[in-house]
């Protein structure tokens, strides 16, 4: 099967937001406890189910999605990657303003997640 890589611009930048989806999710799915670490997320002390739930919902999730979008490029596919992050974007700014989370890091981490929902969906909507 030979992967395509689109020509116009609108479908390549969201062929690039599911390749990074890709990369962003490989170290969570491989090295779930440095992946947390670096987050400030660790596992309390006896509760490694942690790991388990990092390498499925951060990790192979996300890859999937990503992986999908990749090999079939198709509008409908960039449509789901792109609400996908539309709404873990929403969240994250539920859990800032919500939960007092205004950290540097969740606000980088919303921008990125914006960004990356903005990247499908301005495709598929004929923004881009």
């Known amino acids: 099967m030979d992967v395509y890589i689109p020509h116009e611009t609108g479908e390549f930048v969201a062929f690039c937001a599911a390749l990074l989806t ?12 440095a992946s947390l670490r670096l987050l400030g997320l660790m596992p309390r002390e006896g509760r ?20 999908a979008a990749v090999l079939l490029a198709q509008p409908m596919v960039y449509l789901a990657l792109g609400a996908a992050y539309a709404l873990a974007a929403f969240g994250r700014l539920l859990a800032i303003l919500s939960d007092d989370a205004g950290t540097l890091a969740n606000w980088a981490l919303l921008i990125l997640q914006i960004a990356l929902a903005v990247a499908p969906l301005a495709y598929v909507f004929g923004f881009l």
């Open 48 to 67: 490694r189910g942690v790991y388990a739930e990092a390498r499925s919902t951060l990790g192979g999730f996300p890859l999937g999605l990503g992986l």
């Open 22 to 33: 890709m990369v962003l999710s490989l170290p969570f799915l491989f090295a779930p406890a």
